[in-house]
């Protein structure tokens, strides 16, 4: 099961703490969902960031081509509940597929 996970932000130690809490839901979901992939990439230009949003202060996080957030830095709570709807949103298609 794919993820795409996409951080956005100017400011790398912004990008830094959002990616370190996506590698730590990733890590802890990884033992529930065996086959889960998740893929990061880091938007940094602001021309990559408002295709998802005009917020540049704060990071942002889409995950599955969806913006989640966009405030501050989520929590880890915040993070692994968005993982997990993904992950629920991904086995719902697939299902729907086969």
């Given amino acids: 099961m794919h993820i795409s996970v996409k951080i956005l932000s100017t400011k ?3 990008r830094y703490c959002v990616r370190r ?3 730590l839901a990733e890590t802890v979901l990884q033992p529930e969902y ?3 992939e998740v893929e990061i990439q880091e938007l940094k230009t602001t021309e ?8 540049l202060m704060a990071p942002g996080l889409v995950i599955n081509e969806k913006l989640v957030y966009n405030l501050w ?3 880890k709570e915040m993070v692994f509940g968005w993982m997990r709807e993904a ?6 298609v697939q299902k729907t597929v086969n």
Avoid: R
């Fill in 12 to 14: 790398a130690p912004m």
């Fill in 21 to 23: 809490l996506v590698v």
């Fill in 34 to 36: 065996p086959d889960l």
């Fill in 48 to 55: 990559e960031i408002y295709k998802y949003t005009q917020v």
């Fill in 73 to 75: 830095i989520p929590t």
């Fill in 87 to 92: 992950i629920a949103e991904t086995q719902s």
